[in-house]
């Protein structure tokens, strides 16, 4: 195969297609990055040197002339590598006529418009409202009849800005956190969405689609805390997805309504007594570790079908002749740090590596390394993966890890000036 391949923001997760595009195809890659005001924590998964070339993202027109000069004319194929990047991805795909997705680009990041979208299609939704201000946001909530609701940016991702509000003067204080900040894609937030919180266990889907034909690659189901009213991650355990034929079927029509046609998607739903419900969907393959536990633990590689359904589309079809099965049980442990500060001593390796189930963690912080206050996905301060056959092993294993997090065994954060606790 000739041509290159054009990885929109190869940021997370993402960042791995550049390399696997070479050694599965033999293709080169470009990187098309798209914003200057991401945070590190999301852009330091990129490799510029695995990558012939980069563009920065200016206007479609501008853009795909800069990546066709350095590709000698049309690109092979286009991928989106991280959230930041769907708008972009939608639109070069569109003018290069590769495989683009149909109806709104906004409505695959705006998650009022996605509700609208699920609303218009007859599908189950959440009961939303859009606000500007913050009188029109306890307004909506004081008419709503509801007692428990989610305040967040209209685009947000990785769990960035999530409220849980129980009260008006809750709603109140989420909306002045958020009005007029930056979310992590840089841009100020002038708008949040302010709809009822379901109540049920909350699963991930992740899928790959051609043609408008979905696949469903893996599910995960999600443990989380309620820290200070936000929603924080602990840990994401791997669910055959056979066991869930429901929320399968929900999301490929939900897939349908959003017009992801083609390639990868990430979705969070909350399994309700009435049925499964969309969270949001990512118009992109799901970000941090999820790709590598699906490496670990299924038939199906995430990765590589998330790149043939973009670059060998018969690749892809043969790759997906059978369902995907788990041949072992595997989760993610979300780490967690109740103060911002520097680290004194780092015990994460030490501490779990022994366990039966241990696989990997992402913890590399030396002493004097700063971390935040774990409020989000992105300030988590890293990941232990567990893999094992036997599922009551994995258990007793993820049990330990989080208990040692939570007694503050596995790293000293100490608090400094730059924490506002000296």
């Known amino acids: 195969m000739t041509g290159k391949l054009v990885v929109v923001d190869p940021f997370s997760s993402g960042g791995v297609f550049a390399r696997r595009a070479r050694e ?27 990558f012939v070339g980069e563009v920065r993202f200016v206007s479609v027109a501008e853009t795909a002339a800069a990546v066709e000069a350095l590709c000698g004319g049309r690109p092979e194929a286009v991928i989106c590598g991280s959230e930041p990047g769907v708008e972009a991805f939608d639109a070069l795909a569109a003018h290069w006529g590769l495989r683009p997705n ?24 959440i009961s939303h409202h859009k606000a500007a201000d913050l009188d029109s946001a306890l307004k909506w909530c004081a008419g709503s009849g509801l007692t428990q609701f989610v305040v967040k940016p209209v685009k947000s ?12 003067d809750e709603v109140r204080a989420a909306c002045q956190n958020l009005f007029r900040r930056a979310d992590f894609s840089g841009e100020d937030i002038t708008e949040v969405l302010v709809q009822e919180r379901v109540i049920g266990p909350e699963f991930v889907v992740d899928s790959v689609s051609l043609d408008g034909d979905h696949f469903v690659v893996d599910m995960f189901r999600y443990t989380k805390e309620n820290v200070e009213g936000n929603p924080v991650y602990r840990a994401m355990k791997g669910v055959d997805v056979a066991a869930h034929p429901d929320l399968v079927a929900y999301v490929e029509k939900a897939l349908t309504a959003l017009g992801i046609e083609n390639g990868p998607a990430h979705s969070e739903l909350i399994l309700t007594e009435d049925g499964p419900v969309l969270i949001e969907t990512g118009a992109r393959m799901h970000g941090g570790q999820g790709p590598n536990l699906v490496e670990a633990a299924s038939s199906h590689s995430l990765i590589d079908l998330a790149l043939a359904a973009r670059v060998q589309p018969d690749d892809f079809l043969s790759r997906t002749g059978t369902r995907p099965v788990l041949h072992k049980s595997v989760v993610e442990c979300f780490l967690f ?83 506002g606790n000296p």
């Open 102 to 125: 149909s109806g709104s680009s906004l409505a695959r990041r705006d998650k009022f418009l996605m509700q609208h979208r699920l609303r218009d299609a007859g599908l189950r939704h």
């Open 337 to 419: 740090s109740p103060v911002a500060g520097v680290v004194g001593v780092n015990r994460v390796r030490e501490s779990c590596q022994a366990l039966d189930s241990y696989l990997f963690d992402t913890c590399d912080q030396v002493p004097g390394a700063r971390i935040e206050k774990t409020t989000d996905l992105i300030t988590s301060y890293g990941r232990v993966v567990l893999a094992h056959s036997d599922a009551q092993v994995l258990a007793r294993d993820m049990e330990h890890v989080l208990d040692l997090d939570r007694r503050g065994v596995l790293i000293d954060v100490r608090p400094d000036a730059q924490s």
């Open 24 to 50: 599965l195809y033999g293709l080169d890659a470009v990187a098309v990055l798209t914003s200057d005001l991401l945070p590190t924590a999301l852009t330091a998964s990129y490799v510029p040197e695995d």
């Open 157 to 168: 991702f990785a769990t960035d800005g999530v409220f849980f509000c129980s009260t008006p």
